[in-house]
């Protein structure tokens, strides 16, 4: 959580550097950061090469599908159009802060086949002019540019590169930070500072665009993030650069001094060779194929893959073909992460406005990172780039963003013993990865040939930090609440949740579904009915509207929540159906009025079903930064609109409680939590049987 | 779940056959049994080659480690010392149910190294002579033989292959029962019977062993599971082997026709050629060794393994190595599946007795069947055979029974993206796949290179369904009940849910441990105290006593649970410990007075801690068919023994709700679900860091 420092920026700087040399951006990375990511220009490391290899441009891309993210063409022609638009013709300063495609109506998606030309493109922009929000729709074909009157009520655009970069350095500008710094025996030099986004808490911090910066030493480590100048913050203002507060309540903390924190396998001193050299091997190659650059073709699954600034994934129109008929039928229109919410839990002047939401405040995709062969994805994975626009409007090449490939983790699919009848299961994972500063977001969309998809989130990269002066538990009186857990000499790590929101457009055999909640409830038998005092029995009941569809989970009171199409039934009369299956998962235990919690209120429920709306995507809300909590998943779901046989979306959070332990410095191995799409009663009967046995 | 009928004995029988044809059994497979298996002597099938293979047939074994099975001389030396015991030198008929092992004290284990002689080897044997129920010690040094005044008040020992295969056509003897098959249009030729345990309800089923019989046809179908004789169940005395009642209360039900219920590959329409081919390779070979048969030693992991006729697998003396000091340091000192618990969900006359204690009435280990290669468990794994003693004493061999292997799925270990610093996930898996007749349970423990063991359930194989007369949905009158899901035509899947328990004997840097929760907790400020409202705190609570240490998961009330050494801190002054971190699981929601739940009272918990103790270590009681519920882990656990700072047994509970839906037909795709030991301040840091990234 919290912003990719420098180090971030310039990663993508480098990357901008090597890839676009001619888009070059008015900045270029200190000579002592290359030297960090050993990639200076003529460094012989796999990484760097990879960086630095010619990967197609994408300059000459064209969209194949209305579901295609705008290309560098059309974003260029995005900023071609608006340059004549009266509002960013006059002088005034003005960023992008988001050029997306903005998608076709959903029945022209789903009418519109190969043989279709596509339907007219659309690029949704949202942009700031003179200190004001806009959002525009710009027409590619006719070039007409709308100019939509939805200014909200509170927050801001998601933050541009631009906005990171700009403030990261701005409070060097002001003197008494200057003195704040040199009198914390931090040497200016080694200074590191992260822009953190301040969340709201009130009138004071309305009105402007503001954020927080807290800073690091970055002597003698790489790791600088275990290297906090502890309480010291301060507050600027993001469109003025002007330091507005300095808040500095940690000069008796030391900078800790812990040892070991630099996490590098060079800087190891234990080598360990654990294991023998292991792949997954594919001597006839991988099983799918990905089309027209987008469209991915796997066993009896196909579906539409991007990337996207703010979700970083977007997975559209899943299909999976039916194994009698041959059909290809549809499961899920649309996939992705809508939001994400990481409260810290220190209530302290410094703290407690660290309550990130990633995806709406940093964009969930603009923080994802290129993936490292072999590393983060296996041999035979097939990459993906994503094309963004920069605050000036221009694109870039965010190079192998996604990647799609098959494990075989030696799992079996299914099996029975009276006959030799076991099939192993071969998935298809699509991944990406974001380094949200510190965190690491690894995210998996894994599609199984028995209909199921599996959504996992591994939460990896290094703690938030907070500087302390005890070295040892001996030291910490009984009854002080250190706010976590002292994890090195000086180093606590405080506690915090991290929530990832998904919106789940499902459409079952069709778009208007029902929500059914599957209530499995005791029932007493009545004296002398049996030998049996209880049995659990299925109570079905279909939700009418939003308030039925707001599930919090409880284990003692467990449900199976199935989305079903109820005008198509089985042979045998089922409605068809998938099931939603959380796994473990941890739930917001704030109060609901608390600020953060507001504005993350899609926390508040595991579950929730809205009728589909095309301006409701974003759980916190499509201006979350800053925002007061007023357009988000919660509010939309009190109107208590009709959902039954509509066309409705499907919001699942995934949760963790996050108690740091010392296994997790410096830098944390990875915990995941994961939950199910799954057919119910959708297939006639098991659709895998006609997988034939391995043998050698 | 439910007794592995013919087919299973069958399959034991074949393997018999094969390997010992000296110990010929006194029964013979039918040769249609033999056709369906696909396994003629002359079979050119892969599997039915492995079966016929030259195993080494384990007759030189010698034990290297005091706590290795029991060899074949072993036990055939415990035949020949009973032999001249006067209870078995009488005339009156008697069986084994039990010899296994009984391991030597902790102490003497813990201190044992390869240097010293074994400790005395001594069997625990459970045996029924003359009606009546025994438990003896027998030192196979001195032979000397204590009978142990332990008869439980209620309760009988597992069953034997012998009560089971001996059961199953007893009710043909009686002219009633032939009557009632051939009313209801199933030759005789055709019938399938099961052995099920019929639970406990009370005064009527006291005094004598008992077992109930249903029945199938197999008419057109290996799957005869989906062609149920409903309603229609035989109650016997397994001793005497006496039809007691029959109860025939399905006359109106139709043997199902359902098509579509053959399993195997060469009977489905749709060969599915999704993939191709795929594999895991280790072009250096596994990286693990097996030493003496069963130390098992990878990466930084060893542990002892061993199969066990009732547990499945045995997992002793499991260590890590400290990467810091080069130590191997004690995590679990035994772990093993201890009881399993599937209640169905009907309360009618031929349903509500099925609520079996899997492990304790058939013998988790006996039910697991031999694993094949390639479909079971990937390419490279190595196979351990199992040695069990058959009714009449002797040992026989059950090859293949667990296997051990590396798995590579291309999970990520842990990342950060501002260096290419990743590590791909490898683990060693150790597998069992126990077929208790139509269920398969599927047990992995997973070996994490971070110190975590994941212990995995699956669930798959063919559901116990129940006949109906409706063939459509349409046909259910509203405010019926079908205690189900209709599945196909005449088949309704009946609710149930399935519990797993595991004795995990925690020995965290030595014996004594204590129990911590740690509850994770809302904290509201005090006005003026912070602009946050509220944030989470953790709030350690030691616990003194057993009760403290009954756990029921909540959602809004969430805890970690911590296995600490209070003896023992890291350098910072953190306990060093492991977590028991639950995952996915389900509660059982039935009447705490149910008999059923009596029984199963280790399902009033998720978590429950006691002290150590010889013996308990049987969730469900030592003598578990017919029990009252008298000797349970709930039972023990009531007594409120002090458990801090103690030698402490963890148990955990893991459940399944299942609604039966179409995908499950004829054959269900598998379930998992899981939980882990985590270490938590049990290592100084990140144990992983020197494992170096991949490359090509």
């Known amino acids: 959580m919290k912003f990719n420092t420098f180090l971030l920026f310039l990663f993508i700087a480098i990357t901008f550097l090597f890839l676009f040399a001619r888009n070059h951006p008015p900045f270029a990375p200190p000579p002592d950061v290359i030297a960090l990511l050993d990639c200076a220009p003529d460094s012989p490391s796999p990484w760097c090469i990879r960086l630095q290899s010619n990967k197609p441009p994408h300059v000459s891309d064209t969209p194949n599908h209305p579901l295609d993210p705008l290309t560098i063409k059309e974003i260029n022609m995005v900023r071609s159009i608006l340059s004549s638009h ?7 300063p003005y960023a992008f802060h988001s050029i997306d495609l903005e998608e076709p109506h959903k029945e022209q998606v789903i009418q519109w086949t190969k043989a279709d030309p596509l339907p007219p493109r659309l690029a949704s922009v949202v942009a700031r002019v003179d200190g004001h929000s806009h ?6 074909e006719t070039t007409q540019v709308t100019v939509h009157n939805t200014v909200p009520r509170s927050g801001y655009p998601t933050l541009t590169f631009e906005d990171l970069t700009s403030t990261i350095w701005a409070p060097l500008s002001n003197a008494e930070f200057n003195r704040t710094i040199t009198n914390r025996g931090v040497d200016l030099a080694d200074l590191a500072c992260l822009p953190m986004s301040l969340g709201w808490y009130g009138k004071k911090e309305e009105g402007r665009r503001l954020i927080k910066i807290g800073c690091y030493s ?8 275990m290297r906090p100048i502890e309480g010291l913050i301060v507050l600027l203002d993001m469109d003025t650069k002007e330091v507005l507060e300095i808040s500095d309540q940690g000069r008796n903390i030391p900078i800790p001094k812990a040892a070991n924190t630099d996490y590098r396998y060079a800087a190891q001193q234990q080598k360990l060779n654990l294991v023998n050299p292991i792949s997954i091997e594919q001597p006839k190659g991988p099983s799918f194929v990905v089309e027209d650059e ?5 066993a009896n699954w196909e579906f539409h893959l991007k990337a996207d600034p703010r979700a970083g994934v977007i997975i559209s129109r899943a299909k999976v073909r039916d194994p009698d008929t041959g059909e290809m039928r549809n499961v899920m229109y649309k996939g992705f992460t809508s939001e994400l919410f990481v409260p810290y839990m220190d209530p302290t002047d410094a703290w407690y406005f660290k309550t990130y939401l990633d995806a709406g405040e940093y964009g969930f995709g603009l923080q994802a990172m290129s993936l490292d062969p072999l590393n983060d994805c296996p041999k035979n994975a097939y990459y993906m780039d994503a094309v963004f626009a920069a605050a000036d409007g221009k694109p870039y090449v965010q190079p192998n963003m996604i990647c799609v490939y098959e494990s075989y983790s030696g799992d079996i699919g299914w099996r029975h013993t009276e006959s030799p009848i076991t099939g192993m299961e071969v998935t298809l994972v699509v991944r990406m990865a974001a380094s949200v500063a510190n965190y690491d977001y690894i995210v998996d969309w894994e599609f199984q040939t028995d209909g199921l998809i599996r959504v996992k989130v591994g939460l990896s990269g290094i703690l938030m930090v907070k500087g302390t002066k005890y070295e040892n538990m001996r030291q910490v009186p009984e009854q002080e609440n ?11 790590g405080v506690i915090h949740d991290h929530y990832v929101g998904f919106y789940l457009d499902m459409d079952i055999d069709g778009s208007d579904n029902s929500f059914v909640k599957v209530n499995i409830k005791r029932q007493d038998t009545s004296p002398g009915e049996s030998p049996r ?4 029995k299925a109570v079905r009941n279909v939700a009418k509207t939003e308030k039925d569809a707001q599930i919090q989970l409880k284990l003692y009171d467990p449900s199976e929540f199935h989305v079903i199409n109820p005008t198509k039934k089985t042979r045998i009369g089922n409605p068809v159906g998938y099931k939603v299956v959380p796994a473990a998962t941890a739930a917001s235990l704030l109060d609901h009025d608390d600020p953060p919690q507001k504005r993350a209120a899609f926390t508040n429920n595991q579950i929730w079903v809205t009728p589909y709306n095309r301006s409701e995507q974003w ?9 007061h909590g007023e357009d988000t998943l919660a509010v939309w779901s009190e109107r208590d609109r009709p959902i039954e046989n509509k066309d409705i979306v499907v919001w699942y959070t995934l949760g963790f409680h996050h108690i740091p332990c010392q296994e997790d410095f410096p830098i944390m191995p990875t915990v995941s939590a994961s939950f199910d799409l799954k057919p119910v009663n959708f297939f006639e009967r098991n659709p895998i049987l006609g997988v034939p046995p391995n043998f050698e």
Chains 1, 2 share one sequence.
């Open 619 to 627: 759980a916190g809300g499509l201006f979350t930064y800053q925002s």
């Open 135 to 140: 959002l525009f729709t710009v027409n590619l």
């Open 533 to 536: 005092k209880s049995y659990l």
């Open 294 to 298: 987008h469209l991915v073709k796997w």
């Open 218 to 225: 970055k002597k003698d480590t790489p790791n600088f993030y």
């Open 482 to 492: 250190l706010y976590g857990t002292l994890l090195s000499e000086n180093v606590i």
């Open 86 to 92: 009266a509002l960013f013709n006059s002088s005034n």
